[in-house]
């Protein structure tokens, strides 16, 4: 049998073509070939899981590709690492309601089994938010307040995305949000926890949400579970998914960059409004006093 072949143009200027067989490449359509093109209509034929994975994590890395120059990586910090769980509350504490209304707009279409799938779903991140607040408790910090009176610059427009897709007529793209979140916290090992529990006091376990948006939680199990439904939606319900996708990672990377690209002294400032007290930390005072007055924000790399 012939490997299944997918594709989809995501923008004006690139296509992403997979087959089933595990080949991936990017397609720049000739505009003086377009009838000889044979991926310039969107695809109609059957998905395969091989394929649409292929095409899903193509989608992010289109995303990522747009700031990859100018990606940080700077060295964890316990600031940072406070403004990071504050962006996670943010990202889950809306995510069970989003996807029911998604899932009564399909119930409403006719659609029970895009339904059933995003049911699932909520109840599987229900409460995840609650993780974040408890590991911002266990740092000594009044989480409660804090995310109520800070949103994160950079993940307003991730979560404003979400609250949009979801409201949508037709909410096939939450799919593509969603897988996106998960694959890229899929991708963080225990060797990444580690990184960040080195910089916290001693006893201090602030790694819930950490543990669970990660390898070591059930987010791989997410990931394949997506991908399985994905490739049995039809061929216009998965162009829909990896545009979103992409479109999901493209406001994820610069979001996610504004805020890394932040020195400490920054950061502590906008907590320090936030919770309208100096920012401490259990053990951990002296470090942050260093870090406010000494961290540079991270070099974009070159």
């Known amino acids: 049998m012939t490997p299944v072949t997918e594709w989809v143009n995501i923008t004006r200027d690139v296509s992403i073509i997979a087959r089933e067989s595990g080949e991936v490449w990017f397609h720049t359509p000739s505009t003086t070939e377009q009838d000889n093109d044979p991926f310039a209509a969107p695809m ?3 998905g395969a899981e091989g ?14 590709a747009a700031i990859e120059k100018g990606l940080a990586d700077p060295t964890p910090t316990i600031p940072a690492y406070i403004l990071a769980l504050v962006g996670a509350y943010h990202t889950s504490v809306d995510t069970p309601r989003n996807l029911r209304r998604a899932a009564k707009r399909f119930e409403d279409l006719g659609r029970p089994e895009v339904a ?16 974040a607040l408890k590991d911002l408790k266990a740092l000594g910090v009044p989480g409660e307040r804090l995310v109520a009176n800070l949103m994160p610059e ?21 799919i593509g949000y969603s897988y996106c979140l998960e694959r890229i916290a899929a991708l963080k090992t ?29 987010e791989v199990s997410h990931v394949e579970e997506t991908i399985k439904f994905v490739a049995s939606l039809p061929a216009s319900d998965r162009i829909s998914v990896v545009r979103a996708t992409y479109e999901a990672a493209l406001v994820m990377a610069q979001g996610y960059n504004h805020e890394l690209l932040k020195s400490d002294a920054k950061i502590i400032d906008e907590i320090e409004r936030a919770i309208g007290e ?19 924000p991270a070099v974009p790399a070159e």
């Open 278 to 296: 100096p920012l401490t930390c259990h053990g951990a005072s002296h470090h942050l006093h260093d870090e406010k007055a000494g961290r540079q």
């Open 154 to 174: 950079g993940i307003a427009p991730l979560c404003k995305q979400f609250d949009d897709l979801c409201v949508q007529d037709y909410p096939i793209g939450s």
């Open 44 to 46: 109609t034929g059957a």
């Open 190 to 218: 225990e060797s990444d926890i580690e990184k960040v529990q080195a910089i916290c006091p001693d006893g201090v376990d602030a790694f819930r949400f950490l543990r669970s948006h990660s390898a070591l939680g059930s």
């Open 116 to 131: 059933a799938y995003l049911e699932e779903r909520a109840r599987e991140e229900t409460g995840h938010d609650r993780l």
């Open 51 to 64: 394929s649409t994975v292929r095409l899903l994590d193509g989608a992010i890395n289109l995303g990522f």
